[in-house]
Structure formats: structure tokens, C-alpha cells
């Protein structure tokens, strides 16, 4: 195995590209009825799975006609009779047989025109189940299009309302090219399918670990569980969810060397023809699979597969089982040696245990483990003993908080060896490897690289890792928790208490300052008396009042330009998006970017200069306004507005003040309610504001500004403040609460 994992950028970029363009198909197909994009999971997986099949047994059937000298011969184009000659042959090399004009791209060429769609493909998904019906691949095919349920009421009210989403649905799918990806040796399919089942986990909020584990944390335990090997006989899981640990095998070692094939069960009927899907997904064969169906701990399906080298696992965390009110479970030869059952509210340690016993004396089991069972007492301190004094620990890793899906908290990994050389245990401490992805945390290439080698090398790195003997965890009464032997690093900041002071001390003289220059401010205002004297200025000019004007009879209006998210880049030139207004300015941390090779567009009439007025024109952040302050030019997006005062009669900041104070206007303007809308013409031809004089407008701004850049300098300062009190708090607190230990010398 390699020290380091090697990343080709080129691929990666392909492969997010892939993603966003698989995505952004899968929540545009959402139906406007009760089905969710959670609950759409079923129909857009089933429709690419459906897609794969197809293209699969097509691939097959023209590569036998070739090699029969019909050259130009096309499967999908044979009439069903003609194609009925080859089913047994179709059956045994792919385990299902579809006729041709039950192919996915017949059908959805055909969907448009099909009045009993729905009824079509219920009947087409039927048959190529049944096919299956008595052959070796029957388990492995019943019931998968179980979930693509083509008369639910989410997808329409009506027979034809639910044919036009599924039309919708099977066209989308037909017309994703992924010839490009192909060619860059990408795994199309399954990378599809493994990135939409990732993205539906993490939609689907303390659902979503039920059935899938974050690919890195898949691909660690792979590289664990066939560590020092070119081959396996066979890889495990016990609960095996959508599949992706045992999938990662195949990039670890290759399908071909996990010589006997993937084995796994899994208790939820979605989540298990989502696995079985994933494999096929993969390519990997019906004859290279037995994936079941069922209650592992109490009814395991594969007790004639046993043992497995390679076992990898993400079982239900703290989950309740039958424990000691099974009275046979205390006999079972998978729980027995341990003497004592994984308790009733906790069957972590009891998926532990059965592990263990169907680990073959050669091979590696790596597990997903509840941080509480590494310490709690009572049976689960009882099992650890067990596992300890047997030297069957071989490595105890800490994972970082937040990288799983549905929960937050920080798991650990906990491999178990029966053929340990020694009575070694090495805790690694990987709680600070991790890099940020959205509302994620995961693993990158050298973090993994890391973890890998430290395991592998079981080396002693500070405040990282530690390897210690039975005897040492004896000690601790087999506590196996990782802070329990790796010495925390102590980050705490070594603070000069004196120049803090006179930090404090520097603030606090200048937020006095500040707040007497605001208060002159606002007591000039009061006055109506300001540089010139702002009344006298507005008597003089506007001795009958100040005129109020529609907003288009001073300004235009810019809409900003329909980019496609499919199209977004890495980088290029700066899109601002309705998200980027923040109701003062405009926030560049979080753009996309575009070319501008894949549009036609006169640009310039979509610019963003430095000192531009933005308003957002829906979405949460409607009628919120922002000067856009940065020297690079950027491109409206669609619902983002630019408003071009006529300077001969409006300033722009006047005009930005203005909108400032009227953003609750604006909102309502818009329709307010859960999706705002606000119309470009209704706010050029609704919308009011004063026009008094240039002069005024620029004395207004000058106090506006003024106060403003004040009040921005006190907010910096009173944070600075509470920063260094927070600091100044930290230091006496420690130094308050150190005492010398008793009998010390």
C-alpha cells in the first residue's frame, strides 16, 4: 500500500462536475406535489439504475454479435422475438433479462407518446425481476424496483399528471452525457449513485448515517481491513446499509482480488435494495455478491460464508437488541466467549462481538464504534476485558466530531486482529484531521495518508499517538477511550498579562472617543443645525418642500443574467448571487465563478462595478440592499437587480440610505410570505423617494457616512474588547485555580 494517496486534480474536477451536473438533475426533478427529495431518492436512483442495466445488457448482446461477424448489429433495435433466442445465455452472464423494447432508452425515447406510462414501466420493472425467477440470481434481483412505485399520488394527482413527472424523470436521466467522464477512466454509474445517495444522506437530517457512511471513512477502513494484502477471499458486513464500505474494496484491491466476493446484510428493505442496486451499480456481477435481508444479531444469513479476512462495519450506534431477555443469546457462540451480553439499550458491542467471531485467524476487522463504548462500565467494561486480554485490539483511532451523517458527534474506529505479533495497542488521536466541506467535516488524502501510516508503522507521534501493552489498559480498567492515552496538546494561549492590560486599557480610550464624536453627531441632528446649517439649506432650496419621485423617473434597472449552476467553475469571473446581499454590503467569500466561452451575452450590460447598489429580488433576502466595494468587476445572476441613479439628480449613496431604511418596504412590496418575489417594474413604478437637492442629498450622506463609519469602528472595538476580557478572564482563572499538589516537593 502506499504512504500517500495519490489525487489526479484533473479527475477530482471531473468528478465535482459530474456531481453537480447529477444533483442538480435530481432536485430539479422534485415534484411540486408531497414528494420530497428525500423521498424522490427512489425514483431518480431507480431511473439511473434502470439506465445501467439497460446500457449493460445492450453492451453485452452487441459485443456477442460482433464476435459473431455482425458487425453493425444494435441490440436495442432487435425486435423482441429475435432477441428471445438469447435469454438463457442474456440470464446466466448478467443474471436478468431485458427485452428490447422494455430498454430504458426505448422507453424514455417513447414517453412522451405513452399514455399508460406508469403502467409500462411497472410492468417492464416486473419483468426483468421475474426473469430472474428460478436462477442463481434471483435473490440478488427480486423486489429491487420495490420502491419506484410508478401510481404514487406524490407523483400527480392524476394517471397523466403522474406519466408527465415520470416523462420528466426518464428524459433527464436519458440525456445525461457522460461519454467525457467515461473517457477519464471515471466509474460513471457508481460514482453517480454514490454521490446521489450521499447527498439525500445528508438531506435527509438523523436519517441519513441509517444507510450511508462518508466515503472517506469508507475508503480508511478498506485500507485498514487489507492492509499488508494483495487479495481476500471474502469481505464482510454486517450491516451493510447502501454498500459503500464494501465497495471501497474495489479501489483498495480491485473487485477481481476480493477473490470470493462481497457479502453483507442489512435489516431496512429500501436501504437493502439500495445496496444491491450499488452493486450492480459497480459492476459488480450478480455471482460476486449475496447481499441479505434481515436481523443480523438475531438471525444472521451468512453463517455458512464464514469466516471473512476482511470484515468492515458502521453498525447502528447504541441501538436497542434483545440482550439477557433472549435467554438462548447468552449460549450463542457469537456472544458466549465474552460471558456477559452487550446491554439491552446498547447493542454496539453485541455487533463487536459478532464480528469477532466470524473474523477469519488471518484477517482484519475495522469498526465504526460509539465513543461510549470505549469507556462505559457495567457489561460493555466486561466485553472490553474480554476483547483486551484476549489481544485481540489491535488499534483504537478517535475521528473527528461532525463527519457523519445524521449526528455530530466524534466516533472512533476500533480494529480488531485474532494474529496480533505482540500485545501492543496503539491509540491514534486523529480528533484535529479533518478539513471542512459545507456543514461537514471529512477526511482529505494526507489525513487519511496519516492515519494509515501511523497504524500500519505503529508509531509514536506527540500528542497524536501512543501504543501501549495490555498491561497498561489493565491499568485503566480497560478503558479504551484514546484521550485516555494520547496527552492532549495544550493550545491554550501563553498570555502576557500586563501588555493585555494595557490593550484593554488602549480600547476602552478609544471607544470613549468614538462614542463622544457619535453623540456630537447626533446632538448636531438634533439640532437641525449641521455644517451650513442642513435646515437653513433645505428653507432656502426647497421653500416648498421637498418633491417626491417614482424610483424609475431617476434611476434604471439592471436584471441580472440567467447562469446555469450546471456551468459553475472553480474559478473565472465572479458571479453575485441573491445570497451574497447582506443588507449593507455584498459578501465575496461564498461566489461562483463562470466562462464566458459557454454563453453568448453582451457582458458588459450585466457588470458589477466598485460603488454599484445590489438589491436581492427574491428568495429570504428580498428587498435587502448592498454597495458593492470590491476593484474586481463581477456579473449579475438572475434575481439580483442593479440600480443606475441619474447622477444629475440622485446620489448613489443617497439613494443607498434610502433603500436602507425601507428594506422591511420592499419586502412587503415583494408579497412578503415564504417565496417573495419582487417585480423590477412594480419597484420603479410603486416605490417613492424624496429628490431634494444635490447639495442636500450630499450634506445628508456626510452625516450618514459619518455616523456610520463611527458606529463600524465602536462595533470593532467593543469586540476587541470583549476579546481581550475573555483572554484577561482565562489567565486569572488559571492562575486562581493552579495549586501545588499535596506532599510535592
Sequence with gaps: MAENININPRTEEQKRELGNLIWNMATNLVHGGTVSPVQFMDYTLGALFYRFISENIT????????????????????SDENAENARNQIINAKGIFILPSQLFINVANSAKNNTELNTTLSNNFRAIENSATGKPSESDVKGLFDNFKTDDQGLGATVNERNETLTTLLESVRDLDFQKYKESGIDVFGYCYEYLIKMYALNSG?????????????????MIAAAGR???????????????????????????????????????????NLCRMNMFLHDINYDHFDIQRGDTLKNPLHESDEPFDAIVSNPPYSRPWDGDSDATLINDPRFSPAGVLAPKGKSDFAFTMHTLSWLSAEGTAAIVEFPGVLYRSGAEQKIRKYLVSNNYVDTVVQLAANMFFGTPIATCLLILKKNKADNRVCFIDASNEFIHEGNKN????????????????????????????IADIAEKDYNLSVSTYVEQKDTREKIDINELNARIAEI????????????????KVGRRCSMKGLDEMIKELCPDGVEFVKLGECCNFVNGFAFKSTKFKEKGDTIIRITNINGTGVDVNDVKYFDKSDYKANWQTFEIQ???????????????????????????????????PDKSKLVNRFLYHILLSKTQFLYMLAGGGAQPNLSSTKLMNVFEIPLPPIVVQTEIVRILDKFTSLEAELEAELKAELDCRKRQYEYYRDKLLTFKRKGAV
Excluded: W
Design 59 to 78: 453492451d453485452y448482446c452487441n459485443q456477442l454479435m460482433k464476435d459473431a461477424g455482425v458487425a453493425d448489429a444494435d441490440y436495442a433495435n432487435m
Design 206 to 222: 438523523t436519517k441519513g448515517g441509517e444507510f450511508y457512511t462518508p466515503s472517506e471513512v469508507s475508503y480508511l477502513l478498506a
Design 230 to 272: 494483495t487479495s481476500v477471499n471474502k469481505v464482510y458486513d454486517p450491516a451493510c446499509g447502501s454498500g459503500s464500505l464494501l465497495l471501497n474494496f474495489n479501489l483498495v484491491l480491485g473487485a477481481k482480488n476480493v477473490k470470493d466476493g462481497f457479502y453483507g446484510q442489512e435489516i431496512n428493505v429500501r436501504t437493502y
Design 442 to 469: 471529512k477526511l482529505s488524502p494526507e489525513n487519511i495518508s496519516k492515519i494509515y501510516n501511523t497504524y500500519m508503522n505503529k508509531e509514536e507521534i506527540a500528542h497524536f499517538s501512543h501504543v501501549v501493552t
Design 508 to 523: 476602552v480610550s478609544r471607544e470613549e472617543l468614538l462614542r463622544k464624536d457619535i453623540d456630537e453627531i447626533v446632538a
Design 610 to 644: 466598485k460603488g454599484d447598489i445590489l438589491i436581492a429580488m427574491s428568495g429570504a433576502t428580498t428587498g435587502k440592499v448592498g454597495i458593492y466595494n470590491n476593484k474586481t468587476v463581477a456579473y449579475l445572476n438572475q434575481r439580483v437587480g442593479k440600480i443606475v
